[in-house]
């Protein structure tokens, strides 16, 4: 597999999405490069470009920003206005028509619920709130209310009609959460609303899920760094060449809560309703953007042996899993990582973007 998989990489230059949509325009002169940022989904989202014309870099990132906003607004579960946040309070009333994106996105996630054992579970949200108040108010959520909320939890409770576009939720109080798949794919709809305008040298980041088009001017890929799980130990990840590609790392380097000497992840298993608790963080290289989003939350909860054979069952999937250890750092790559361009680790310049948790 790694054989075929390197000889694929070099003729395809590591283009796991294909050549995406639009045509790059005849230039008027040498590219220049734009950076644009503003903040949504409450994270920074960052669209660096180049382009020879001014006025058509700043259009694009305009609707492609626009495009970013637009998902929030259906995807948002903090928004009580949202259209997740509306199907969510119509659960035990049958089935409702949701919009394209947000049908796309359920059905992604119930895909990869199925994929994984219902490991990633867009109905997570009950049990989800009670952590979100764990970690504000530094107390491990009561037994009794995590085991009524479990009984709200199952993507099979979830019944998707693609004819119809209509997503039921068959349980009065269940409710949705995808946040570990929303950003990822805002990023991919942005990153395909600059292609459709011409704009092909791109790259759109959200927080730590990264979406790349083709690369920069003279160089080979944008150049992606990958978060140490733990920045005090002296394990550096590599820095990844990474164009027409998404890149993805979960983890609960940044988003925790101690609790009676306890570390409690942010990222929830909807098995067990407990927060993860393995220092760790795992980086996904997939053809786009929700996929990478998906898969790094999912291989996470799951463990190295388990989480790295699913990325190694996913298409054009690549994966790096770090876990902290007594011992230091120990780290496990899925079988086509090594085959995912490196930049030179002795180049000094900055890298593009940080794809962390």
């Known amino acids: 597999m790694g054989a075929t998989f390197a000889a694929w990489l070099v003729m395809s230059a590591w283009i796991p999405g294909g050549q995406g949509r639009g045509q790059d325009p005849k230039p008027a002169g040498p590219p220049m490069r734009f950076e644009f940022t503003e903040v949504h989904m409450a994270s920074p989202f960052q669209i660096v470009l180049y382009s020879t014309d001014a006025a058509a870099a700043r259009r694009a990132s305009r609707a492609a920003f626009d495009r970013i906003e637009a998902l929030n607004k259906a995807l948002n579960d903090y928004d009580p206005d949202s259209e997740i946040s509306r199907l969510s309070a119509s659960a035990g009333t049958g089935p409702i028509l949701v919009s394209r994106d947000l049908f796309d996105v359920l059905e992604r996630s119930k895909r990869i619920s199925e994929r994984s054992g219902g490991m990633f579970d867009a109905t997570v949200a009950p049990v989800g709130r009670l952590w979100r108040r764990a970690?504000?108010?530094?107390?491990?959520?009561?037994?009794?209310?995590?085991?009524?909320?479990?009984?709200?939890?199952?993507?099979?409770?979830?019944?998707?009609?693609?004819?119809?576009?209509?997503?039921?939720?068959?349980?009065?109080?269940?409710?949705?959460?995808?946040?570990?798949?929303?950003?990822?794919?805002?990023?991919?709809?942005?990153?395909?609303?600059?292609?459709?305008?011409?704009?092909r040298r791109a790259l759109v980041g959200g927080a730590g899920d990264i979406v790349a088009g083709d690369p920069p001017p003279g160089m080979d890929g944008w150049r992606i760094a990958i978060a140490p799980v733990d920045p005090r130990l002296s394990y550096r990840p590599p820095t990844l060449l990474v164009k027409n590609a998404a890149v993805s790392t979960a983890g609960d380097a940044e988003r925790f809560v101690e609790i009676d000497g306890r570390r409690y992840s942010h990222i929830v298993n909807p098995k067990t309703g407990m927060g993860h608790e393995d220092r760790a963080s795992v980086t996904v290289v997939a053809p786009d953007g929700g996929t990478a989003d998906a898969l790094e939350t999912t291989a996470y909860v799951l463990g190295p042996e388990r989480g790295l054979k699913l990325v190694d069952e996913t298409p054009g999937c690549a994966a790096l899993y770090q876990r902290v250890t007594p011992e230091g750092v120990r780290t496990f790559e899925s079988s086509r990582f090594r085959a995912v361009p490196k930049a030179d680790p002795h180049d000094a310049r900055p890298p593009a973007a940080s794809s962390r948790p």
């Open 135 to 199: 970690r504000r108010d530094r107390k491990l959520p009561d037994p009794a209310l995590i085991a009524h909320a479990r009984t709200l939890v199952g993507s099979d409770k979830m019944i998707l009609d693609p004819a119809r576009r209509t997503v039921e939720l068959k349980v009065p109080g269940m409710k949705l959460d995808v946040g570990g798949i929303a950003k990822g794919y805002a990023a991919q709809a942005a990153l395909d609303d600059l292609r459709d305008q011409g704009i």
